[in-house]
């Protein structure tokens, strides 16, 4: 008989908080929608191991497959972190599986990668996959993007669509999946060049409460794409601006004009800014605060994006995830990044140079958005807006959301209908099995060391 994992190590307690209280240098912690599940960072050494699998078109579960071939047993535990994982940056994720599919396409993005993505959903792309530390035990999640789709709206009211892959994926978080929708439907439209209405989403600029420095949980959902974050300022004539119970922008002109907020550009105000050092209970220390909220769209900004014309955004090639270089001195963010992707066509270009050239002298309010992502009910800024993680403090969004789809059914809800039985293009994802193929699924997993 094979030895049962919790002969040999327990797995880790798992802490529920409601909020961040724990020192994230020193704790990990996953929003999921429990809360924050932490655990202290224990560190230690690993040995990493390589299995090869194949897929046949229909199987999504392995079973036994992380267990150690020599022991039996599965031989780590998920609050392990290990200084020199090149699949992360110095050990501040755990050691989870890594999985590839096909071989040298990774299915797996640590939030730092997340940060150069177009649509950086956490929920998303994080993991494609789920593994069971008692037993060993693998389900994949690959998702499969479909560009367009052609599909009809319902003949009742026209205002759902029915899809031709299902399951469409859902959130995974923590390495648990949850029958959540995400930003995994990104449109549904009246024509192949998915232009015009968007029937599947809205965009709205809303001020809101953050749910702690850098969290802050959207009034709608689900998110499908976030454009800008602002801080706000105790001078700023909010409820003139803001409707009082929806929280909705009521004056998005005088927005633009009077707080600097570039709503008809958002990429512009992702300038480099400025940083303070507060003290932190939190954080045991310092930590690096926003010096000041406004800045010029300047030359710098440009040449940074002139050095990096012709770079294009390919999924999975871009920060550790694919470069597995480990290491804060690596530069992640050469080549392609999404704050100079102006016009969000997935390359950077003459186009966004143009773009960009057109705001210069500008003065904006920066967008705190740069360098962050976003989850299912979730939204983030790259920057601690408080020392501590209180809650409260108002900041401005603007973001997509969508209808929803039921994932098991393949049916997507509209907010807007073309009308009932009306030809439509979706852009979506959806769960695969891996096609068939010899050994073309690779699965990195550890032997620990000790310590």
């Not at 999921?32 to 690993?46: D, F, L, S």
């Not at 999975?316 to 999404?338: C, E, K, M, P, W």
């Not at 066509?345 to 705190?368: F, K, M, T, W």
Request: some cysteine; proline content about 7%.
């Amino acid at each position: 008989m094979v030895p049962n994992r919790l002969d040999h190590r327990p797995i880790p307690e798992r802490i529920y908080e409601p909020n961040i209280i724990h020192n994230p240098s020193t704790w990990m912690g996953i929003w999921t929608p429990q809360g924050w599940r932490v655990h202290p960072k224990r560190w230690g050494r690993a040995r990493r191991l390589v299995r090869r699998l194949s897929g046949d078109g229909k199987t999504t579960f392995f079973p036994e497959v992380l267990r150690d071939p020599r022991t039996g047993r599965v031989e780590w535990s998920d609050d392990l972190h290990l200084k020199d994982d090149s699949f992360t940056d110095e050990g501040i994720y755990p050691c989870d599986p890594r999985v590839e599919y096909p071989a040298g396409q990774p299915r797996w993005q640590v939030s730092h990668t997340l940060m150069v993505g177009p649509v950086a959903d956490h929920n998303l792309y994080t993991h494609e996959y789920t593994w069971d530390m008692t037993h060993g035990h693998l389900q994949t999640h690959f998702r499969r993007h479909v560009v367009l789709e052609q599909a009809r709206t319902d003949a009742r009211d026209g205002m759902t669509v029915t899809v031709a892959n299902r399951p469409i994926s859902t959130t995974i978080e923590g390495n648990v999946q949850y029958p959540l929708p995400n930003s995994a439907v990104r449109g549904v439209w009246a024509n192949r060049e998915k232009s015009g209405d968007n029937f599947y989403t809205r965009r709205l600029t809303q001020l809101f409460a953050m749910h702690n420095a850098v969290y802050g949980v959207a009034p709608h959902t689900p998110v499908v794409q976030c454009h800008g974050m602002w801080a706000t300022e105790p001078t700023d004539p909010l409820k003139e601006l803001f409707d009082a119970d929806s929280g909705e922008c009521i004056d998005e002109p005088r927005l633009v004009e009077q707080l600097r907020i570039p709503l008809d550009a958002p990429k512009v105000g992702m300038l480099q800014f400025a940083y303070r050092t507060g003290k932190s209970r939190v954080y045991e220390g310092p930590v690096t605060l926003l010096a000041v909220n406004e800045g010029i769209v300047n030359e710098s900004h440009l040449r940074d994006l002139q050095q990096r014309i012709g770079e294009r955004y390919v999924h999975g090639r871009v920060g550790y995830a694919f470069a597995s270089i480990g290491g804060r001195s690596a530069n992640l963010f050469d080549g392609y990044h999404t704050k100079f992707d102006l016009n969000g066509d997935g390359v950077i270009d003459e186009r966004d140079e143009q773009l960009l050239s057109a705001h210069l002298g500008r003065p904006v309010r920066y967008n705190l958005y740069g360098d962050a992502y976003f989850g299912g009910d979730w939204l983030t800024t790259s920057v601690c807006l408080t020392p501590e993680h209180t809650s409260g403090t108002p900041i401005i969004a603007n973001y997509e959301y969508g209808g929803g789809y039921d994932a098991q059914a393949g049916v997507v809800r509209l907010l807007r209908t073309p009308g009932p039985n009306k030809p439509v293009w979706v852009e979506y994802h959806y769960d695969a099995p891996a096609e068939a193929g010899e050994n073309n699924i690779v699965v990195h997993f550890y032997h620990e060391q000790g310590s």
